[in-house]
Structure formats: C-alpha cells, structure tokens
C-alpha cells in the first residue's frame, strides 16, 4: 500500500475504523485523506460495489431471517419458517410463495436453513480468519522486526510449510480435538493456513522499517515495543483488511469441504457445506438442495473476491494499471 | 547454476524430516485405540502384544526415528486395522488413480487456463475480456461438488451423452471428474496469465519489438508469452495442494478408489500409520514440487536465483 511520511498522524483515525460501511468509518474519513482516498477510489469501482452490497446483504440474510419466526405479531405469517422444525407432510417440495425456497426431505425450510447454515459457515470463515491473521500478525512481525537469523530461520520454517494441503492437517486436527462444532472447525481450519498472511505481514514490517519516521522515532529513544505497535503495525492495517478477504474465501471452502465429505458440521447443526452433502444424497430428484447452499458458497467467495481485489486497487493506486 | 539447484536439493531433506515430524507429533496426540473392533474390549494380554509388534511401546524418539527411517526408503509401516497389509500396499493400490485424477486435471487446466488467459490479456477490456473473467471468477468460486455434481447431473443422466455418473475405469468415465477437478485451477491459471501478459506488454522490450516492426504473432508468441509464462510456472506448486484437497471431495462424489477417499475412511477407522503415511506422502510430494518449480523457475529465470536459493 501507499505509505507517506504523513501516516503516523493519522494513526488514530486508522486505528478507529478503516473503509467500512457503518458510521465509524464517517470518522476516519473527515481526518485520513490515505483512507479518504482509498473510499473515494473504491466508490468508482462498480464491481467492488456491488461485490459489497451483496456481501452485506448475503450477511443480513442469513442473520436476520431465521430470527423472523421468532417475533410474534409481526411476523406471524411467516411462523412455520424454523430451521430446525421438521414437517413430514411438507417434505421435498419445490419453490412456492410459503417455502420460497422449497423444502427438504425432513420438511425443513430451505429458506431459514440456508440461512441458518450460512450463520455457521460465516461465523467460522470469519473466526478463522481472525485467528489466521492474529497468529499470522505475530509470526511475521516478529520475523520482520527482529531480523538478521531470526528471520531468516522462521522464514525458512515457513518456506517448510508453504503450500502444505491443509485439508490432512485439519482433518487430524479435528482427530486430535476428538470434538467437531464451530470452534474446533475453526482452530483446525486455521492451524494450516496462515502461512501466506504471516508472510505479507513480514514482507510490510520490513519495508516500513526503513521509512524515515520510525528512523526519527529510534533516534528520539522510543523503545521498540512503541516503534512496532505505534508506527509500524497501524500501517499494515490495509494489507490486512485485504487479507481478511482474501482469507475468507478459503476458510469458508474449506468448511465446506469438511463438511461435505463428511467430517464437519452435522445434522441437526447446518452449515453450507453440510447442506450440500444433504442435497448431494438426493440430487437426483431434487438438484435444488445441493445448488442452493453451493450458490450461497459461490456468491461469498466471489463477493470476498471482488471486495478483496476493490480494496488493493483502491489502497494501492499504483497497481490499478493492471 | 549448479551451486544453486544443489542447495536447494540438499534444503528438501530438514524440510521433510521437519514436516514429518510435526505430523508424527500431531498423530501421537490422537486419542482412541485403533485394535479395539466394535464395542469389545481388547483383552489386556491381546493389547500388549499388538503394542509390541507395531512398536508402539519404544520411546516415542525410537518411534520417530524408525518411521524416519521408513520413509527413506519408502516404508511407510504396516496398517493397524487391516492386520495382513503395509500402507505401502494401500499407497500402491490407491495412488495411480489419484495421481492420474490430479495429473490429467492439471493438463486440462493448463491447456484450457492458459489460452483462455492470453485472449483475455490480448483483448483487454473487450466484452470477450469480461465474458472470460467472468467464467473464471464464476470457476474459481463455485465449489467443485457443485461442478461435478451438476455435471452428472446434466451430462450423465438428462442428457446421456455416453459418460457413466462414477467410477474409473475407460476413458470416458474420466472425463466428468477431471473437469470437475480441474476447472478451478484452470479459472486461476486463466486469470494469473492474463495478469502477468498484460504487465509484460507494459514493457519497454514490447514496444521495442513493435517499433521496429515485428509481426504480431512474433511478439505475441516469442516475446510476451514466454515471459508472462514463468511466473504462471510458480503456480504449479500452490495448485497441487489445490488439487489435492479437490480430489478428496471428487473421489468421494465420482466413487474413485483414490489416496482421498481411503484418507478420509482411515480417519474414521482409527487407522494411523495410514492417516500417517498418506500425509506423509502428500506432504513430500508437495515439498517436491516445490522444490522442482523452484528450480525451474531458477533455469526460467536467473535473476532469481540467489533470493530463492
């Protein structure tokens, strides 16, 4: 990303919320022309855009719509629309105006599972995410701060890993845990996969390292924990962001995948992948079931996609040509 | 040259020891006992035994080093459920196919990718620009059991057009799995050469070879691609472990008798020394693909021969 000598003063706006969609974002911009620009540029990019619209949009979905049935008096008519209620006499039905989406084989709503199953598949995408970039954050910060044997030896280490299937460890990891929900999905889906985030992250601190102002800040004695998390980690914050989404997709088809062969989220619990596996039993007479929660994956990883692609383009000007 | 691909053979040994390591450490942790058939209990007699013969009851550094050993010269053990067979016997018996599987999807996404990639590149923000982006962004997200299970679906069972929906047997019940493995990895290959063509026709060589009149088809052919190719040829690392995570879902759907689905009825068989070997093995082959695109990319090109070293 563009790095000016400028962008220490506008640490606290970076550190308050960077390009976002809620009103935090209002803040950062009236003080941070770095990300006021960046906002202005991925405005322009129509893709980017709609990329975003439909991620929040899918998010809301799945957030918001199986919490309907649960409000009474406004939502009475959509009162059979639970995730988990099982309906035999409504079982395998197409699309209609009660179950838009149609049915299962158990009579369940497509519509609130979908959303239900989304809950999951996002809560683990984003957890795991999280985790890739806080282990991520700090094995490349420390490679790239401490330098010299150091680095040169957790980077070999790295080297090591690199490109590793992570599908074999995460499955033992699951082993290992013996346990398989949300959170044990999320560890074993990041134990093998923040390889490439630790790696940017280095490849950022050692840059900024040689920028004038943390040259300035050494020579007025501040202590290396301030010049790491004041001047050096706040500027990684737009590589980071990009990260998230360029994470995500893999997290979410990872899950996925798990689940799909049979080693993730099960019935009663739902995920997208889970639910594909569902459908995959029936797809014979009823394709529907395995195309919605597939479509659902595919909308998220192409919007994270776009989004992703939307923000370097809009942090980093310079390879917009391209 | 040769200093450089030495060192880089010689740096695949600690990786591999280190690799193999680490899943030897995560396997140790497993909990569960892989003799134990249905809910019986393994007399204790019976038990002891069968920790002596599998050496389970050596210090776990003897256990290392002996699996070590093994691996070196390709003996990954014997199997703990299947009491009469080596994982040797599965990896023999299971791995052609896969290796085909992934083998002839890589081809197809390479011979697919690629030129899809260079017309993008060639007509750069045309509509046939976008429509092939399109399709590569749509590949690239659709997960492949949705791929695959429509193209049963559509080519196998609505439209018979002479494709069986499983199995790995003749020619045409390949096609199916591998485009549905490899369509992925083509919608990338697709993407990445698009990118690294339209960077090298920025280059001053381009416009030299323009300037001084060079045929189309000449600067096309002889000076962009051969240079937007060799970042393409890194790629082939990442994709393998791309492929490989694919085929677990690909074998299970296709009923291929591969590495991936014995993998996954291993892990719920409690069968370790097997969950062990084919990590094991897909890891190595993984390191030394690496390491051969490494090589590659040093012969390709020289400037990167000291960084990558």
Redesign the interface.
Known sequence: MAVSPKDTRVRAATLAGPVGQAGTAGEALRQASLWRDAWYRYVRNKGAVIAGVVFVLLVLYCYLIPGFWKIPGIWTSLADIDPYAVEFADARQGMSLAHPLGTDRFGRDMLARTALGGQVSIQIGFAATLVILVIGIAYGSISGFVGGMVDNAMMRFLDALYGLPYLPFAIITLAIIGTINIWTMTIALSIASWFTTARIVRGQIISLKENDYVRAAKAVGARWHRILLRHLLPNTLGVLIIAVFLELPGVVLGEAFLSFIGLGISPPEASWGAMAQDGRAVYRVQPLLIVIPSVAIAMLVLCANFIADGMRDALDPRTRET | MTKFVVRRIFWTI??IL??ILL?FV??R???GNPFRTGERAVPESIQANLERKYGLNDPAYVQYFNYVKGVFTFDLGPSLVLRQRDVNDIVKEHFPESAELGGLAFLFAMAFGIPLGMIAALKANTPIDYSAMFFS??G????S??VA??A??YFA?TWDVGVPTSGWTTWQSKILPVVSLGLGPMAYFARLTR?TM??TM?ADYIRTARAKGLRWRRIVFTHTLRNSLIPVVTAA??L??FL???S??IE??FAIPGIGRY??SA??GRDYSV?MG??VL??VI??L??MVVDILYGVLDPRTRDARA
């Open positions: 600690p990786v280190l690799v899943t995560m396997m942790q497993i909990e962004n749509i690239f997200a659709v997960p059991f949705l299970t429509l049963i679906y069972l990118g339209l960077e920025q690392g990442p393998l472990g490989i995570t694919g677990f879902v299970q759907i993998f996954v892990v719920t969950v084919l990590t897909l890891s993984v390191i693909a690496n």
